[in-house]
């Protein structure tokens, strides 16, 4: 099926870029835990935290060993005496030059804490202050999440924690091949909602668990920074204590529906939005095949699956029903503030 800007070769050919980065990850990794440590801690601002947020949602269904995920930005001000030189400190910027990661890494290094993780390249700001730096300059959202599993479960297999790391990172060879089925399966309806709601003036989007970080990360990053559409991330649990009360015909509800042990919330949600207003989306991860992968990886799996959908197809309708460009910013990025 032809997908509007979508070039399936550059992207099978950048999935397997991501994936030849496997053992260099793991090495480094494997060196990290063959030495004393007491914690984990992920840093990230915006994008880039709601892309760490269903790594660690995901860790901590398999361990309870101290794992935290810090706003970059809340980092530089907060107190910070739950971290320690035995802290293994990772983040990411694609650009490599994130304002707030770059605060952030010197903070760390000033305190006499190396920081690991991900740019795009060697000549990056934030390259330079790295320790072994990984290279990767894909940016679609299933690549870092991709890599950043790589971290996270790897930590949790040396631990003896996720014991399956093998078959699911042997598996995950493939996963962009089954994510452009995905994004195939659902085209057909990314055209028609865009075609539906582009223009509305407030929507609200629910969300939970493992996919509460990328629900957030599509209406913050993509609708609001990318589209200027007025939007409302909300979790499922919370749509209950103050948000219920906006629904109505006049305001869309997009429903994502995941797989992990949040689901019946989810579910509760779609209930609701169904008897009160006719304009909602109903969006669940189930109803995607992942073929040659195990079902019980389907919940790490799932973030992907929303990015595909979503950040990845339904923005590209959104911009062409808005006729806003998904590269126009008037303030991000613009200038120093």
Same mark, same amino acid.
């Given at each position: ?229 007025? #939007? !409302?991330?909300?979790?499922?649990? =919370?749509?209950?204590?103050?948000? $219920? &009360?906006?629904? *109505? @015909?006049?305001?869309? +509800? ?22 009160? #207003? !006719?304009?909602?989306?109903?969006? =669940?991860?189930?109803?995607?095949? $992942? &073929?040659?992968? *195990? @079902?019980?990886?389907? +919940? ?38």
């Amino acid at each position: 099926m032809a997908m509007r800007n979508f070039k399936m070769e550059k992207y099978l050919q950048d999935g397997e870029k991501t994936y030849a980065l496997r053992g260099e990850i793991e090495k480094v990794v494997d060196e990290l835990t063959a030495k004393e440590y007491d914690s984990v801690c992920m840093l990230g601002i915006g994008g880039t935290w709601a892309e760490w947020y269903p790594v660690i949602e995901v860790a901590k269904k398999y361990t309870d060993f101290p794992i935290y995920l810090e706003n970059a930005a809340e980092f530089m001000i907060k107190d910070r005496r739950h971290l320690s030189d035995k802290t293994l400190f990772f983040t990411s910027s694609a650009s490599g030059d994130t304002k707030e990661i770059l605060d952030a890494v010197k903070l760390c290094k000033s305190n006499g804490w190396k920081v690991y993780g991900f740019t795009k390249d060697a000549t990056t700001p934030l390259a330079e202050l790295l320790t072994n730096p990984i290279y990767n300059a894909c940016g679609d959202c299933e690549h870092s999440y991709l890599i950043y599993y790589f971290v996270m479960l790897r930590i949790l297999k040396n631990r003896g924690e996720f014991p399956q790391y093998d078959r699911w990172a042997d598996q995950m060879k493939n996963i962009f091949k089954v994510l452009v089925q995905v994004r195939e399966q659902f085209e057909p309806q990314a055209a028609e909602i865009a075609k539906t709601y582009a223009h509305e003036p407030y929507t609200m989007f629910t969300g939970s668990g493992v996919l509460w970080g990328e629900t957030y990360l599509f209406t913050m990053c993509i609708l609001e920074e990318m589209q200027w559409v007025r #939007t !409302k991330a909300v979790t499922s649990a =919370d749509f209950f204590h103050g948000p $219920l &009360e906006l629904v *109505d @015909d006049r305001v869309p +509800v997009f429903v994502i529906i995941g797989e992990d042990e949040y689901r019946p919330l989810d579910e509760r949600v779609e209930r609701f939005v169904k008897k009160h #207003t !006719k304009k909602h989306v109903i969006i =669940d991860t189930k109803d995607f095949a $992942l &073929e040659g992968i *195990d @079902d019980e990886f389907r +919940v790490i799996c799932s973030p992907m699956i929303i990015t595909a959908i979503l950040t990845e197809r339904l923005a590209i309708h959104y911009e062409l029903n808005t006729g806003h460009s998904l590269e126009f910013r008037r303030y991000y990025r613009q200038f120093a503030y």
